[in-house]
């Protein structure tokens, strides 16, 4: 019985063709006395009857040309059993998801390769290059030899060569004639010119680069990796076990996709910015008590390496005597945030004098400056002194309780506008003291001003829970001897000992900040080289013009009939236990904040910072979180009010046409 297309369709049959150089078709009967009958309408069509294996075969066949009927072949083959059912193990979803991915992976890789004849890259195989074989021929051969027969214009002769011939011999004949015929086809016309194959599919577009590692180096963050998973990739290799067989490609592997042999490199950014913690280092590490410089301490040499390489903080630190004026700047970035250096300090810290009456408001101010990348860490007060302590908000689980003390130097006033005022502090193994203070003032009251100073080392009780990190360089009678880095600032009211006319003259003859004739007449300087007052504390060179005395909301000094004369009040000065921690990068003044008559001073400062214990009282990420949601509320606020504004602006804008 025939089928549209063309082919027979057999009963447990399997007829092949012998072609010229081709394969071999051979038959096979699953069943005796079953006939098969191939029959075909139009030219070219075979009519075969089997009446059984052992007996003659019967065969009705159209008239074919005299070159095909001298090469017709026909073999018999005995058939067989069919096979047992090969028992395989149940696949787990693994190797099935592998088998998938393998199928893929084939089939991209025979689009691409170049050599592959195979029908699925759309070349159809050459019969006469191929060597014979017995048993079925593929689909894409079947296909060849089918459309071959059809178009032949040699096969419109037809006739009964069971009948006529009457005998195997000259079937065989025949079959040799249709072999040597389809051949031909294939050679000369079906594939004339060459292999037909598919065209190459391309992009409508250039595709986009890509990294062939999927843990960008942009992505990845500037800190180290512990040392202490350095191993990481051994270890995961032998202990850790991955169930899912899919994605355990090597080229995943070599990617950084796969997290039980990943590398170090691509184990900082590949799922996290964060390093991976290891069992076992979570299982001994403690937060509040800890080994001393244990691996894996919070406090220890390598969470600070992994912070800061270098082990170097970065610390603002500044004065300003406010004057106290309730108008505060509108602006403070000039101030906080200077464009010199290009970066943002790691601790802000402020001291005032003379504070405004509402103190809350300039901390608020101050966080809405510096933004959600910083929290206060500790605020505190002694009457107008303000002292308020900023940190980034990732290194606030990495300093111990914050303790202050106060220092009264005018017992007779009621409001405490003169004294000093202490906060300390330690950062990972570093321990820190800033003192704000407010000297007497006077042009002449240079005695005085050491008495303040002494009174303020003798009388400041600090630190009072945090341990010394090193109390045998400690002295019981001062209090910066109790620290490793010790930054005291604020108005110590020294001055010029220099008429006005004089200091105008110099400063009119240097406008460009050449102030070193100054500093020859200036008070601190002098008894600081006599080792009369700030024992062991150095100052940064200065290159600014006077912070002291202004007009206010003017950039002209004293004009009112005091005359006062300019002069270097507002100071910072520094001290270390150790040589070359701190040094000093900035130091300077605000000359844009106008709204009192002395002008901020600031200077930035790089410190080295050591690795320290875990059993110190820890501030365990205390900050203060009303303050940071006002100040960052406060600053999206004005944000958007400003959008509006020139939003409204550009909208009014009408040009009109005459």
Same mark, same amino acid.
């Given at each position: ?9 057999? /009963? ?104 592959? %004849? ?29 459309? /071959? ?7 419109? $002769? ?15 004949? @025949? ?45 990845? %963050? ?63 590490? /403690? ?23 270098? @082990? ?48 809350? $408001?300039? $901390? ?115 209090? %910066? ?43 601190? #300087? ?38 006062? #004369? ?12 150790? @040589? ?63 959008? @509006? $504004? ?9 040009? /009109?046409?005459?």
């Amino acid at each position: 019985m025939s089928t549209p297309n063309g082919f027979a369709q057999h /009963s447990g049959t399997r007829v092949t063709r012998s072609m010229e150089g081709g394969a071999v078709q051979d038959l096979h009967t699953k069943k005796a006395g079953k006939a098969a009958k191939k029959e075909a309408s139009g030219n070219g069509v075979l009519t075969f009857e089997y009446p059984s294996v052992g007996t003659s075969l019967n065969e009705t066949l159209k008239l074919l040309p005299d070159e095909l009927k001298a090469n017709m072949k026909i073999k018999l083959v005995t058939p067989r059993p069919p096979r047992k059912p090969r028992l395989e193990r149940a696949a787990s979803l693994d190797e099935k998801s592998w088998r998938r991915w393998r199928r893929l992976r084939t089939s991209q890789e025979s689009l691409t390769d170049p050599n592959e %004849t195979s029908s699925s890259n759309g070349s159809l195989p050459e019969a006469s290059l191929s060597p014979p074989i017995r048993g079925r021929a593929s689909p894409g051969q079947q296909c060849c030899q089918l459309n /071959s027969s059809r178009s032949s214009p040699d096969a419109s $002769e037809a006739g009964s060569v069971g009948k006529s011939r009457g005998g195997t011999s000259d079937l065989g004949k @025949r079959a040799s004639e249709i072999s040597s015929a389809f051949g031909g086809l294939l050679r000369g016309k079906a594939f004339a010119g060459g292999k037909p194959r598919l065209a190459q599919i391309t992009p409508a577009r250039p595709l986009p680069a890509m990294e062939p590692n999927a843990a960008a180096h942009t992505l990845r %963050t500037a800190d180290g990796i512990d040392s202490d998973c350095l191993d990481y990739r051994h270890y995961s290799q032998h202990r850790v076990g991955r169930v899912s067989g899919s994605l355990s490609d090597s080229r995943l592997h070599g990617n950084g996709m796969v997290c039980d042999n990943s590398s170090t490199d691509s184990m900082k950014s590949t799922f996290s910015l964060l390093t991976p913690i290891r069992s076992k280092d979570v299982r001994s590490r /403690s937060y509040l008590e800890g080994s001393l410089l244990a691996s894996g301490a919070l406090l220890g040499a390598e969470e600070l390496s992994r912070y800061f390489p270098d @082990r170097n903080i970065g610390i603002f630190v500044a004065t300003w005597n406010m004057q106290g004026q309730k108008e505060l700047p509108v602006n403070l970035d000039d101030f906080l945030l200077p464009t010199d250096p290009d970066y943002a300090q790691d601790m802000y810290v402020i001291g005032v004098q003379e504070g405004c009456p509402d103190r809350r $408001e300039w $901390e608020i101010r101050l966080q809405e400056t510096l933004g959600p990348h910083y929290v206060m860490l500790y605020s505190a007060a002694h009457g107008v002194l303000y002292m308020s302590v900023f940190i980034r908000r990732d290194l606030i689980w990495f300093c111990s309780e914050v303790e202050y003390a106060t220092v009264t130097t005018r017992i007779v006033s009621q409001i405490k506008t003169k004294g000093a005022l202490g906060i300390c502090f330690t950062f990972f193994g570093t321990s820190f003291l800033f003192i704000t203070s407010h000297f007497t003032s006077g042009d002449s009251k240079v005695h005085e001003r050491k008495l303040d100073y002494n009174k303020t080392i003798q009388a400041l009780t600090l630190p009072k829970n945090v341990p010394d990190t090193n109390p045998y360089r400690s002295s019981s009678s001062d209090v %910066t001897t109790r620290f490793d880095e010790v930054f005291w600032f604020g108005d110590f009211n020294f001055r010029l000992n220099k008429d006005r006319e004089t200091v105008d003259s110099i400063l009119n003859q240097n406008p460009e900040t050449d102030v070193s004739k100054l500093l020859v007449y200036d008070q601190l #300087t002098s008894e600081m080289s006599r080792g009369s007052i700030f024992k062991g504390f150095q100052e940064a060179d200065i290159h600014f013009r006077p912070s002291y005395k202004f007009d206010i909301g003017k950039d002209s000094y004293d004009t009112t009939s005091k005359q006062r #004369t300019p002069s270097y009040t507002d100071r910072v000065v520094y001290r270390s236990r150790y @040589r070359d921690d701190i040094q000093a990068v900035k130091y300077s003044s605000c000359p844009v904040i106008r709204t009192s008559d002395h002008r901020p001073v600031f200077a930035l400062f790089r410190v080295k910072v050591r690795p320290g214990r875990d059993n110190i009282p820890l501030a365990a990420g205390q900050f203060d979180r009303e303050l940071y949601l006002t100040g960052i509320k406060r600053r999206n606020t004005r944000e958007l009010q400003k959008r @509006r $504004e020139q939003k409204d602006q550009r909208s009014s804008s009408v040009c /009109s046409v005459s």
